[in-house]
């Protein structure tokens, strides 16, 4: 699974280069997010502008954000009322910003 | 034009049911239906596909078969399996109010939404056993609004 971190604004960048988080890739996705989260108490966001298909979260004192989601993806979030949970932005670049 | 009808067996098995997945996106794409209702019936037949490598082969694993054809203005999948039987009454139909309801997202749950979402998202769901096969039969009407001839 592949994913890159970063810190940037305040956030811990999570960026997902897999096309797809599905069934076959879950369990390395939350251990992936759970090892590059680790350690710190930034917000987390997650850039999903590369996935094309379906994905899963993390939990406590931290928020996670979502940032570049593709329709196929963004309907799942709205039909799983997903984006109730989730704090969801157009693109990172707008999350950023928002930050700053 | 693509082809009307798409048949492939793959063993179920996650790896085997994206590669399954990817192969059947390709025969959508070159059909003529809208990107937005694409994107629907791939999620459905994602969480179809995945529901039989959970549930019907909990503990092995065994043949899926998967055809999918335009008929008029629809779009029919079929999938077969010879795992176990569907449990009577968990067939929700499309619509709300029936079946299984979808989990509160605020628990942050890690599953349970596929039923929710093959039945948001289908227009019709049928289920039969057939011997020692489960066959679902699920369609998405006006999905193809001018279909390519056979």
Sequence with gaps: MGLRAQHSN??????????????????????AVRQASEGGQDDVLLDLSAVVAVMKALGPDRRLHLAGLRPAVAKVFRLTRMDSVFTIHATVADALKDAA | MGKTVFSLSFTATPLAVRRGLLAFETYLAGLPVASERRDSICIVLAEALNNITEHAYPNATGPIWLRAQVQGHQFIATLRDRGAALPAGLLPQPGPGTGHSAPNPTD?????????????LADGLDHARFAQWNELRIIFRNAVPSPPLP
């Design chain 1, 10 to 31: 305040g956030f811990c960048l999570l960026q997902v280069e897999d096309s797809r988080i599905d069934a076959a890739g879950a369990i390395a996705f939350k251990e």
């Design chain 2, 108 to 120: 942050l749950p890690e599953g349970g939404f596929g039923w929710h979402l093959i039945r948001s």
